[in-house]
């Protein structure tokens, strides 16, 4: 996969930090040294030195971390992992001494000198700042010197072992850096998935909603036409703004609230023209609201319902609907009658329309911060809804 631009920021400061590391340490020493002399063969000399670690960080980089990372290869990243560890370990193991940027050595190779069965060597008296164990052969050392009684291996050196943790930290670093941008990328992508989801279901609510409300709206239509055809005309005027309202705004994720409110008082004033006086519908909608969205069509669900089941032809019912606004959140109740108190007041509908419906839209948007309470009593069935504004 193609890395992401943030991570190859991250690995050319890292290296473009080790590679100015020698420069700026020669400049402060020559800065605060006047017999100091600013050499580049000294500086050359470190950058060969990274280079390899640079060519091995490029090789994992591109070639083997994606193995582990990406396709999940443990056995083969391992294997040739182990590979490259063990060559450089013999790559670093066999070399000779180097020579320094000066060209000295760092440790003198010892010369005797063997001529018709005597040895010959520099002088006997060693100067006080060698150390006695690197006497010439045939001198004697020092009385007072004691070999050390351990002495590190002759082919992995202390300076071999720093390097090879060195090179294991530097293909850690970059499993770390890799993976944590591997795993930022999947929670992107999680997260798109789950818009994308919840957008769907929220689409495919909405299109539920739109047929089951005509459908009520065009029966109530159909009874008004025979009764009175005046009040139908009245109806087919109210049905145009309620359209109109689904039309442009019924798609949208949210609605400005004064709009969802005059929705509301179209749907019941149509209702009304079908009931008589003993039927009491008594609708407290604040006229003036602050500037805020709510979801389209999630209060008219309870409405219907309240329609549904709490109306009567033969005995007195009624409906009570309020709302209270604040900066803050919408507090809406609805209150009814029940005509038939066996019959149950959920309103299941075909294709999920309802109160299913509500909390599953109420869920999708707002999750945990809203607040539905449903009350059913013998002879009253009441709904209270809280939800947030969002920001």
């Known amino acids: 996969m193609k890395q992401s631009r943030q991570e190859n920021v991250i690995y050319l400061v890292v290296w473009g930090l080790l590679f100015a590391a020698p420069l700026l340490s020669l400049y402060v020493r020559t800065a605060n040294d006047a017999n100091a002399v600013f050499e580049w063969t000294e500086v050359f000399f470190v950058w060969r030195k990274f280079a390899v670690f640079l060519l091995l960080f490029l090789v994992h980089n591109f070639l083997l971390a994606p193995l582990l990372v990406y396709g999940r290869k443990r056995i083969a990243y391992f294997t040739v992992v182990a590979v490259i560890l063990v060559g450089f370990t013999f790559y670093q193991c066999s070399r000779r001494p180097e020579i320094g940027p000066k060209g000295h050595r760092p440790h003198m190779e010892r010369v005797e000198h063997r ?17 006695p164990s690197m006497a010439f052969e045939g001198e004697r050392p020092p009385r007072d010197f004691k070999r050390p009684a351990f002495a590190p291996p002759p082919i992995v050196g202390e300076h071999n072992i720093l390097v090879i943790i060195v090179l294991i930290l530097m293909f850690g670093a970059n499993l770390g850096i890799k993976g944590y941008f591997r795993s930022r990328d999947d929670r992107k992508r999680l997260a798109a998935l789950e818009k994308q989801n919840l957008e769907q279901q929220l689409e495919y609510l909405r299109y539920q909603v739109n047929p089951h409300f005509f459908m009520n709206t065009l029966n109530n239509i159909h009874a008004l036409v025979d009764i009175d055809p005046e009040k139908a005309k009245d109806t087919i005027l109210e049905l145009s703004k309620m359209m109109r309202f689904l039309l442009y705004e019924g798609n949208k994720q949210g609605v400005p609230l004064s709009r969802e409110f005059d929705f509301i008082r179209h749907y019941v004033a149509l209702m009304q023209l079908r ?43 009624f409906i009570e609907v309020k709302g209270a606004v604040d900066n803050e959140a919408l507090r809406f109740s609805c209150r009814n009658s029940k005509v038939n108190s066996q019959q149950p007041t959920g ?45």
């Open 275 to 317: 009931y008589s006086d003993k039927v009491r519908i008594n609708i407290d909608l604040p006229q003036e609201v602050p500037d805020r969205q709510i979801p389209p069509l999630i209060l008219i669900t309870f409405i219907e319902n309240a329609f549904k089941h709490g109306i009567s032809y033969q005995s007195e019912s």
């Open 347 to 391: 309103n299941r509908q075909q294709g999920g329309v309802g109160l299913d419906n509500v909390r599953k839209r109420l869920n999708l948007i707002y999750d945990k911060q809203y607040s539905l309470k449903i009350k059913s009593e013998p002879d009253t069935y009441t709904v209270e809804l809280v939800i947030p504004f969002k920001s």
């Open 115 to 131: 001529h018709m069965g005597d040895v010959h060597s520099l002088p006997k008296r060693q100067p006080p700042f060698e150390d």
